[in-house]
């Protein structure tokens, strides 16, 4: 064949490949999913998905704060079509990047884990726990407390989340303020315990920290210090004595994306109660619907019932985010 004929053949492959590509956008046989969650959980839900629906997920995973900053850059041209994995505070911030859509499953989601306008639906319940790893720390010298955390001992040994990259850790972190009875009074103990915290980049850095033997000591979420110990690792959740909160974490169509089908597809499945129960028993999120037996999915997972809940300004520390978030990077630089 002449070099020619040869690029002739080449051009004709390639215009080929990308008729298909385009035909399979149209089909929406691909929806990309902004995702704040790591791999275990990844895998899990998008290998059922694709089985479920014949819809291939292309995952772009990060922590919450850094894809709604993608998300607010790619406002005029969307890359992604769905995000998940993300708190309340930040879909609420964020609402005017999302596309209204009534799920399959909205009556089954309470009306306080739902936007009024569908614009977000909550997927799962994450309370904020203390994790200690038992063979660095023997269990009953571990904190009680988010006070304890104060203690100068625990300075370098606490493993905690950038709050600017997650929403989990500016909930935690304005949570303590408010427990240490708010104000500047709140702001200066708060100030103590990022003195002795080491603060790391991605929420999954924290508990594979504690699980691996890196900290004695992280704050984290619940789900991450089970799924760490039912792994074989020596890690004990701490329900904190002063009090903790559940915080929703949930999904929103992305306005403009390019697979709005697509993405309406995942946010139905996301929530339906038989993945809700596969995602409990091998991941333990506790779900954001109610009408799941937990108790027989998995073991050990205390009920709410159970566990002294502390109270947290979550509307007025949303609608402050932006100067308490300034605030805290501001500690973070001072305290390093």
Known sequence: MTFARWG?????????????????????????????????????????????????????????????????????????????????????TNRAHFAPYRSKNHDAIPAEHRDPEMLWIGNNLHLMVILQNTKLLPEGQGPKTWADLLDPKWKGKIAFTDPANSGSAYSTATLLVQIFGGGEGGWAKATEFFRNAKILNKSSLVFQGVGQGEYPIGVSLEYAGYLWAANGAPVKVIYPADGTIAQMEGCAVIKGGPNPDGAKAFVDFINRKDVREMIFAKTFRRPARPDLDLAKLSAGVPPLAGIKMATYDEKGWTERRAESMQRIQDIIAKTR
């Open 8 to 92: 002739q053949a080449l051009g004709w492959l390639f215009g080929l490949a990308l008729m298909h590509a385009g035909d399979a956008a149209a089909q929406g046989t691909e929806v990309v999913v902004y995702t704040g969650n790591e791999s275990t959980l990844n895998d899990l839900a998008f290998a059922a998905f694709q089985k479920d629906t014949g819809i291939k997920v292309q995952p772009v995973a990060a922590g919450s704060g850094v894809l709604v900053k993608r998300v607010q850059t790619e406002k005029d041209r969307p890359q992604g079509d769905v995000i998940w994995g993300v708190s309340r505070s930040l879909l609420e």
